[in-house]
């Protein structure tokens, strides 16, 4: 008998080799569970709620405890909560036909890449338990790097190389030392949040003065923004309907770029 054989026909390799195999197959089988604790089970738009019984991958309820005294969740608890309708119509009587809004004005209404979730409606908290992002005019330890341009009062250009309005303040993510949105102050509609990853700064061909271009929506669309309750916090779920506004936009902000490009 060979070094490395156990019997006749088995060696130490092929029982290493079987050894993978098993812990790779418990490995996939452990991803796949873990990976549908949220949103299942899947529902049909051809067939209405799934209603079989989700037996297959769906894992045992684990409990999570929330941080800064907020609770417990247990998922999955295979409960659907929200009940919104889509505000659109599917352009096909077939399984995955994407709908067409129906509202005169799309922004806003929670359809295609203006979709939002059902968030938390309280502010995301940092590690004091106090609210992580916040206005800088609020934060007297933070301020704009002298090597960096200031973007206070500068004006925002939206898709129509309008001026929709200045920017009035900051808001920062106080843990990453980022900036999160510009506030801009719109004349007539007060104040409205823009997301930083929406922007790009850039100057005038003319002038050379520094702007903010918004490629997303018009000018006169920033008065839709939605807006957030208090003026030195903003919750996970006004953060998830203002993200979802400007999304829209970049499809609906006007009718021909819902349309193809052929």
């Known amino acids: 008998m060979g070094t490395g054989h156990i019997v006749g026909n088995i060696d130490v390799a092929q029982v290493t080799l079987y050894v993978f195999w098993v812990f790779f197959f418990a490995l996939l089988w452990y991803i796949r569970q873990e990976d549908r604790r949220e949103g299942y089970p899947l529902e049909s738009d051809i067939e209405g709620k799934y209603t079989k019984e989700p037996w297959l991958f769906i894992p045992a309820p684990k409990t999570f405890v929330l941080p800064h005294g907020q609770g ?110 510009f506030e801009v102050d719109v004349e007539g509609a007060g104040t409205v949040l823009l997301p930083h990853n929406f922007v790009r700064l850039s100057k005038l061909p ?26 030195t916090a903003v919750t996970l779920l006004e953060e998830d309907k203002i993200m979802a506004y400007y999304g829209s936009g970049t499809l609906y902000a006007t009718p021909r770029r819902a349309e193809p490009l052929l």
């Open 206 to 231: 003319r002038t050379g003065d520094r702007v903010l271009r918004v490629k997303s929506i018009l000018a006169d669309q920033f008065a839709g923004v939605p807006g957030h309750a208090d003026p």
């Open 72 to 181: 417990e969740v247990q998922v999955p608890d295979l409960e659907r909560r929200d009940d919104r309708p889509v505000p659109g119509e599917k352009i096909g009587a077939f399984a995955g036909a994407p709908y067409r809004p129906t509202a005169d004005n799309p922004l806003g209404e929670n359809i295609g890449p203006g979709s939002w979730c059902d968030r938390a409606d309280h502010p995301d908290l940092a590690a004091d338990g106090e609210p992580l992002i916040r206005p800088m005019s609020t934060l007297p330890d933070f301020h704009v790097a002298e090597e960096d341009p200031d973007p206070h009062g500068i004006a925002v250009i939206g898709a129509d190389n309008k001026v929709a309005g200045t920017v009035s303040d900051l808001w920062v993510d106080r843990a990453e030392q980022v900036i999160r949105y």
